[in-house]
């Protein structure tokens, strides 16, 4: 199939070239035109949160909630100057006619929103509008309250809330990608310039992995209105798209020009890596599709959104490689050497093989079961960390630390413990305000407050038709560290059951930050067993199939699991310990972010495949054709060392490029991509591989009786020359 497909673009260039040209124009411009549509924050919790976060949508017409903090070393609250400062911005924020509800400290009412030392005050408010757009509504009012610091120099004013920090998060990551773009394009070119020795063959992977990103931006559009997007989907779409696209040209272009110095016709060349390599992207995409589709199973639109934009991108990329790739090589023809650099192509060894991966392997192959033993204990070592793995929802502190906003809410962290991140409890009953709940509001509060894991200020929201209620409660904590997450448990399941609960008709559901970290960590301890099982199996149906053999799928799976679990011990030493502080200049949480596990699993194992599945394609034509499989082992590994060592070197590279980024999530997630790629391509791939398959010897292709009925889907032996088809055909 795969070789068919390539002739036939082979022998119709342009039209190849042309169609998914105006295929990609044609999605990036009925895409802009439909819109994506933005997974509402309210929309990614999990279980009770995700019920209380629904409650609120029924009920309530969602605002951004705001804070601004006054503090002061020298004045209180009750000194005229200090009232003029909290009046005065009233009216500047007011003005902008974006608020509304203002809290104001110096309101009774709302007294609670002094400190005990009355040098500090808070004052909280809502922004008019779609609760979406707050990140851009709130401009005006930010703008207000910083033009009220400057007027009132005696007392430091700050803004913080949903509003502000999502801009903050919005502006931060849009600067981040921008320079992840800028640097991660030429690192790629360089990789591959020195890989090819030619201008042109090297822009190649290039270009196709920027088609394909390009397609699924268009895609991603519609798919949006079916699970929302998020700022984490865009991530992952550039980060996938960038590696997969150049992985899979690589391994395409890399046997074409292999072929072709071998003396085929560029036509017979191609349709060989067609149907040799061409099937290594085939299975490879296939096993990462797999992989990435385990994602649907989590029961949450996070995961919804980065599965469809990661499968989108490297089902583009798939298909380009299968399509667009022959068409412009043979268009190209030997012009795809053009642009050669003289220094490197004096380096370039015949046939791809590399003097030290030869060295590698003759010593690993000489010891085998040394080197088995030694590789796995060094694997093992690294993921030992992830017994003491915490997760916790991303919230605030995920930003850089010189954050205004994030500033803003340690200052409220510290003077009024809980309150930028309060447990939002969420009450529906016939009448919130009848003298029955009444009376059980005043109890809760009462009792939330002798727990000591609950603080001041209490707010009460009832909506205009009085029958739902949001009480805001600060818990003891950051709102994301254990003495939250109990704070949580103690309001959950004593608080509320004495007080809340036992009013007749009353619904109570509980959301907010630790809530949502609580319930998320919850539902993934309920799903990942699931998803880990779906995603295994699949790839092990889906290898036993393409390589007819029960042990290669067995082993593969097993060295994928050692390669994920090491990156996952390093993700938790560098971020959760805090270890690589310095080194990536960021503040542990003490915590890795929660969806981070999950997401880490389904895409390593994917990309571990890549390599995987071409070196194991090239093993099983050299063993076809000898018979002798350590043979089979020594050539396979040495005439894709070169190919695979620059693929990888380029995953690492792209992937350390979001390491740059401000936002932790993201660095957590570029480091842990770039770790398990660099052990799987050296370690792995250069120990534990070649050294399993020559212990195993010839049982590697061992298929029992019971399984001899599964198809002779394809044969991993090129043909030879002259025995090419001259019309498209199916070729193995």
């Keep these: 199939m795969t070789g068919a497909a390539g002739r036939w673009s082979a ?9 998914w040209l105006g295929c990609v124009v044609a999605l990036l411009v009925t895409g802009h035109l439909v819109g994506t549509s933005q997974l509402p924050q309210s929309e990614t919790s999990s279980g009770e949160a995700l019920r209380a976060q629904l409650m609120i949508n029924q009920d309530f017409t969602q605002h951004a909630h705001e804070y601004v903090l006054f503090d002061s070393r020298s004045l209180q609250v009750g000194s005229p100057v200090y009232q003029a400062t909290i009046r005065d ?30 040098h500090a005050a808070l004052l909280q408010f809502n922004l008019t509008g779609d609760v979406n757009d707050a990140a851009v509504r709130v401009v005006p009012v930010l703008a207000a309250v910083n033009a009220a610091a400057a007027a009132h120099p005696q007392i430091q004013i700050g803004e913080t809330g949903d509003a502000s920090i999502n801009k903050a998060v919005n502006d931060t990551i849009f600067r981040d990608l921008h320079r992840v773009e800028m640097l ?17 063959a090297a822009l190649l992977p290039l270009a196709l992995a920027a088609m394909a990103i390009l397609a699924a931006s268009g895609l991603v559009a519609f798919t949006s209105h079916l699970a929302g997007e998020t700022q984490q989907a865009t991530s992952v779409m550039v980060c996938i798209g960038l590696a997969v696209g150049v992985d899979y040209s690589m391994f395409y272009v890399k046997r074409q020009r292999e072929e072709r110095a071998a003396g085929r016709p560029v036509l ?49 990329a798939v298909v380009g490689s299968l399509t667009l790739l022959p068409a412009l090589l043979a268009l190209l023809g030997d012009r795809v050497d053009r642009g ?29 079961g040394l080197t088995v033993g030694v590789t796995s204990c060094v694997l093992v070592v690294l993921a030992l960390p992830l017994l003491r793995l915490h997760t916790a929802t991303p919230g605030v502190s995920d930003l850089p630390q010189n954050t205004a906003a994030l500033q803003t809410y340690n200052r409220i962290q510290q003077t009024f413990p809980g309150g930028p991140a309060p447990a939002l409890v969420v009450v529906q009953a016939p009448d919130v305000t009848s003298p029955a709940m009444a009376a059980a509001g005043q109890a809760f509060e009462r009792a939330a407050l002798a727990t000591g894991q609950m603080n001041q200020p209490i707010t009460f929201i009832v909506n205009p038709a009085r029958t739902a209620a949001i009480i805001q409660v600060p818990l003891a904590g950051s709102g994301e560290d254990t003495k939250s997450v109990d704070a949580l448990a103690t309001l959950r399941d004593k608080v509320i059951p004495a007080t809340l609960g036992k009013v007749p008709g009353a619904q109570v559901a509980v959301a907010g930050l630790t809530a949502g970290t609580a319930d998320f960590n919850a539902m993934m301890a309920q799903r990942f067993g699931w998803v880990f099982a779906f995603v295994l ?46 080194l990536f200049g960021f503040t542990s949480t003490h915590s890795v972010a929660s969806w981070l596990p999950l ?6 194992f994917g990309l571990s495949m890549d390599y995987h599945v071409f070196i194991l394609s090239r093993i099983r034509e050299s063993y076809d054709r000898t018979g002798q499989t350590d043979h089979a082992v020594v050539h396979g590994i040495k005439i894709s ?56 010897g010839p049982r590697n292709w061992y298929l029992p009786r019971w399984l001899q009925w599964l198809p002779e889907i394809s044969s991993s032996t090129p043909p030879t020359a002259g025995q090419l088809p001259k019309q498209p055909v199916t070729v193995a």
């Design 11 to 19: 022998t119709h260039p342009w039209t190849a070239i042309l169609a």
């Design 641 to 696: 060392a070169g190919v695979v060592t620059a693929a990888a070197v380029i995953m690492v590279f792209v992937f350390l490029t979001f390491a740059t980024m401000s936002i932790v999530q993201l660095k957590e997630m570029g480091v842990g991509l770039a770790v398990a790629v660099l052990l799987d391509a050296t370690i792995v791939r250069a120990g534990l591989l070649p050294a399993t398959m020559k212990l195993l």
């Design 340 to 368: 050669q650099l003289p220094l490197v192509s004096r380096l370039r060894r015949p046939a791809g093989q590399s003097r030290i991966w030869a060295a590698i392997l003759d010593r690993t192959l000489a010891r085998p």
């Design 599 to 604: 997401f880490l699993f389904v895409v390593l």
């Design 89 to 118: 911005l009233v009216t500047r924020i007011e003005a902008t006619g974006r608020v509304a509800q203002i809290r104001s400290p110096l309101d009774p009412a709302y007294a609670n929103q002094i400190s005990a030392n009355r």
């Design 184 to 200: 991660s394009f030429p690192i790629t070119l360089v990789v591959l310039l020195i890989a090819f020795g030619a201008v042109v």
């Design 268 to 316: 017979d060349a191609i349709e060989v890596a067609a149907a040799t390599s061409g099937r290594s992207v085939l299975i490879s995409g296939l096993t990462v599709l797999v992989a990435m589709s385990g994602m649907l199973l989590t029961g949450n639109n996070v995961f919804y959104g980065m599965a469809q934009a990661a499968m989108l991108v490297v089902a583009a």
């Design 537 to 582: 199996l699949l790839a092990f149906v889906l290898l036993l199939i393409s390589f007819r053999s029960l042990v290669i799928p067995v082993t593969a799976v097993v060295l994928n699991l050692l390669s994920v679990g090491a990156a996952y011990g390093v993700i938790v030493a560098l971020f959760q310990w805090g270890w690589g502080q310095s």
